[in-house]
């Protein structure tokens, strides 16, 4: 069975930081992608930030230049640094890992950011 499991939430002031962390556990050793989404009260998900095995990231627009994602894949984990959050960015933030053969997705549980102004 496939675990992903965040920490690293909190409560924060508007131009704070926060780094969240992911960590997979079991019968996994071949996600190609490992991401992260988030989902404020009364909206979608969405996502945050990607990053594939091979090093590639990318993000949403509303939080580029401030959000960097980071990871190594041989231990199964990822980061998310956060800096000059925002009310907005207010959520639970949950990690993704995706593997290519068979194709499956899995969700952690998630981890609420606080953004407070």
């Known amino acids: 069975q496939v675990q992903m499991v965040e920490s690293g939430g909190g409560l924060v002031q508007v131009g704070g930081s926060l780094r969240l962390s992911c960590a997979a556990s079991?019968?996994?050793?071949?996600?190609?992608?490992m991401n992260w989404y988030r989902q404020a009260p009364g909206k979608q998900r969405e996502m945050v930030a990607r990053?594939?095995?091979?090093?590639?990231?990318n993000y949403a627009d509303s939080v580029k230049g401030r959000f960097t994602i980071s990871g190594d894949f041989t231990s199964k984990r990822i980061e998310l640094q956060m800096n000059s959050l925002k009310p907005e960015d207010t959520a639970v933030y949950y990690c993704?890992?995706?593997?290519?053969?068979?194709?499956?997705?899995?969700w952690g549980q998630g981890t609420q950011v606080t953004v407070s102004s």
């Open positions: 990053l594939t095995n091979a090093g590639f990231a």
């Open positions: 993704q890992g995706v593997t290519p053969s068979p194709f499956r997705v899995y």
């Open positions: 079991g019968s996994v050793d071949n996600m190609n992608n």
